[in-house]
């Protein structure tokens, strides 16, 4: 789960790593407010939980409280990345000197955090990695040891950093290990990380990105989701432990099991149609269940055709069959459906649908190939 | 005739009072697994399986009553982290976690841990283990198998049954399957288990099914072109899977340009594995 720049930064702030004074608006006119109590010059950053703010125009630089109510009425008119800016944060602006990168990732490979900095802040590291890979200074950290002061000036001396910056980088190295460890982070991360004219160490930007398996831990961190940032069908599935993800194609797909879900996907492409979504019954699933995830398909107006693709294990094929019964009973909507089942009780299963008006399908690909001439007639 | 565990492998379930737990020890005792005790904390003196198999309120008890060697972890995830530390630390070898949504930072640490004590782990998030004929350790569902001489290594669970039976359709029979999990932080990767199967007398090709997010494809390709003598059939799911999102498994998700299904395909095929776009064909190109 991706949290907001500003909510990242407030969690930095409860861990005492410095950031610039600001405040969250979402009008115009309380960013006029906020930037009088500022002292005027501020930056308006656009909060959406996209990449690339920045160079799509959503972070400027306002002189007066009034260029900032203006850019403010500006910005929160925009989308970047297909999202809508619903709230600006107004920054003090800073007199920079240096900027740089501070992170810590969790590295799948070594199943380690890995601590990373560069001398080339406030720009997109992906791109820092590829152009100038020498730049970015790197020290995996032994999750059973957690993070050592000496990893820290291996990093200092990674990135050339003057000496009389080393204390306050190291604080909040070991800030933000603690910001990771804490809030069960698989991201944290400051860019830039400046140096100010006046010479002290602010926190300019931040990402953290929390680990949803963990989010049990959590439920004050869990209520800073933007559901904004999804559709309502995701939220809904979310309440019923669904996996849903909405796509831009118009053959809905119900199946059990994450790798299938994506195999299905693939086999309509394969078949030349494009998949409504992405959904993930899970395991063991029963008629209510099933019929909870055929609601939500159905509730995308994309969708013309559904593919049922069912492969029983600890699911049994009879149920699934009620399921789809039961949705078709309670809904009005008649769309063409393909079912294939197979594994446990699949025969039980096709017994209950063969009075409904649902295609079968033996195979996979049969399944892909019925359901993309379904949609396309 | 099979990597990780055989008949002689005593098998201890973690959870074996739960309603997941009881249900698969059933189904492995039936697939011929020799399941040798049980451990739920507070359950201590019990029996399950109608007085067939004792219940424990640790892991070292267990392990010293039975002489248990590896263990199968249906905890839920908020205490499974301290379950596999358990097994470790009572001297069990091979661990098969099936639990789904451990947290990433407890899993690190588990693997670190684990790699200090030489402990084999599989999953979390895995369906198993499945030796057909031999050994059952998890929920892999027996009957869509037969033994045989192909090896199969998945991130998957259902998708790897599909492809099992489909395996089983054409006639082929299976050495060993084993699922890795789909979690981002795992104990055992494709590189492991491919280095057992080229190893292994009994098994001659493998089936690798691999899906998007991480870089574990791109290893084993790399792994397959240097060392592995036998072939390798592969299927990589989530061709159309948008980036940034993550696709039911923790471990499947597209991250900074990272863990694509083509890249990865691309990588598999480098190594002259023959990857099919269709699951379905797999048995298809195993014969040829």
């Known amino acids: ?40 010059r501020v930056v308006i950053k656009a909060q959406v939980l996209a990449g690339g703010r920045g160079k799509a125009g959503g972070i400027r630089l306002a002189r007066t409280p009034e ?17 809508p800016v619903h709230k600006v944060l107004v920054d003090e602006a800073v007199n920079i000197a240096q900027e740089i990168y501070l992170a810590i990732i969790s590295d799948r490979e070594e199943r380690a955090p890995l601590m990373m900095a560069s001398s080339e802040g406030g720009v997109d590291i992906e791109e820092v990695a590829h152009i100038s890979p020498e730049k970015i200074s790197r020290v995996h950290i032994n999750p059973l040891l957690g993070l050592r002061s000496f990893a820290v000036r291996d990093l200092a001396v990674g990135i050339d950093l003057p000496h009389q910056h080393w204390k306050s980088f190291i604080e909040i190295a070991q800030k933000l290990w603690q910001v990771y460890c804490e809030t069960d982070a698989s991201l944290v991360e400051i860019n830039p990380l400046v140096i100010t004219v006046d010479q002290r160490m602010l926190a300019l930007d931040g990402k953290v990105v929390l680990d949803d398996n ?48 994506m195999a299905t996907m693939d086999i309509i492409k394969l078949c030349g149609g494009r998949p409504a979504n992405f959904l993930d019954v899970g395991g063991g699933a029963s008629a209510e269940r099933v019929a909870v995830a055929l609601r939500l398909i159905l509730s995308d107006p994309n969708v013309r055709v559904v593919l049922v693709n069912i492969f029983g294990g600890i699911t049994r094929g009879d149920e699934v069959a009620r399921g ?36 079968v399908a033996e195979t996979l690909v049969e399944a892909g190939r019925k359901a993309v001439t379904l949609a396309s007639s | 005739m099979s ?66 060697n590896a263990s199968v972890i249906f905890v839920p995830a908020r205490y499974a982290p301290d379950a596999i530390f358990e097994a ?49 350790i998890g929920i892999i569902p ?22 099992l039976y489909a395996l089983k359709r054409a006639g082929m029979g299976v050495s060993t ?82 863990g694509l299904a083509q890249s990865k395909i691309e990588a598999l095929e480098n190594a002259g594995v023959h990857v099919v776009r269709n699951p379905e064909e797999i048995p298809l190109f195993l014969s040829s």
């Open chain 1, 1 to 40: 789960m991706k949290l907001h720049e500003y909510q990242s930064k407030q969690i930095f702030s409860k861990y005492h790593i410095p950031i610039p004074q600001g405040r969250i608006a979402d009008n115009a006119c309380d960013a006029r407010q906020i930037a009088q109590e500022l002292g005027g």
């Open chain 1, 67 to 83: 260029e900032a109510e203006a850019l403010t009425t500006h910005i929160l008119g925009m989308e970047i990345k297909g999202l």
């Open chain 1, 214 to 261: 963990a989010l049990f831990r959590h439920p004050d961190l869990s209520d800073l989701r933007d559901l904004d940032a999804e559709s309502p069908a995701e939220t809904e599935a979310r309440k019923y432990g669904l996996s849903y993800i909405k796509m831009e194609g118009e053959i809905g797909c119900l199946v059990n099991g994450a790798g299938l879900a």
């Open chain 1, 324 to 359: 789809i019964l039961q949705a078709l009973s309670d809904s009005n909507i008649k769309l063409p459906m393909v079912v294939r089942l197979a594994g446990t009780n699949a025969k039980e299963g096709l017994k209950l649908l063969a009075t409904a008006e649902v295609q």
């Open chain 2, 3 to 68: 990597i990780l565990a055989n008949k002689s492998t005593r098998l201890l379930v973690q959870g074996i009072t739960g309603r997941e737990g009881l249900f698969h020890t059933v189904q492995m005792v039936r697939d011929g697994t020799n399941v040798v005790a049980g451990v739920t904390p507070g359950r201590g003196g019990e029996w399950v399986l109608d007085g067939k198999i004792p219940v424990f309120d640790t892991v070292r008890l267990a392990v010293e009553a039975t002489g248990a």
């Open chain 2, 88 to 136: 470790a630390d009572a001297g069990i070898c091979l661990i098969v976690c099936i639990t789904e949504g451990i947290p990433n930072q407890d899993m690190m640490q588990v693997y670190h841990y684990l790699a200090q004590k030489k402990v084999r782990l599989i999953g979390p998030n895995s369906p198993g283990i499945l030796s057909p004929g031999e050994i059952k």
């Open chain 2, 142 to 163: 027996s009957d869509i198998a037969i033994l045989g001489n192909t090896g199969v290594v998945s991130r998957s669970g259902t998708l790897t049954y599909e492809i």
């Open chain 2, 177 to 258: 399957c084993v699922g890795i999990g789909g979690d981002p932080i795992i104990g055992t990767d494709f590189l492991d288990v491919l280095s057992m199967f080229e190893a292994d007398a009994h098994t001659d090709r493998v089936v690798l099914i691999g899906e998007v997010g991480g870089t574990d494809e791109e290893r084993a390709a790399s792994y397959i072109a240097k060392e592995m003598t036998k072939p390798v059939v592969a299927f990589v799911a989530g061709l159309t899977a948008p980036p940034g999102r993550r696709m039911g498994h923790a471990g499947a998700i597209i991250e900074g340009g990272a």
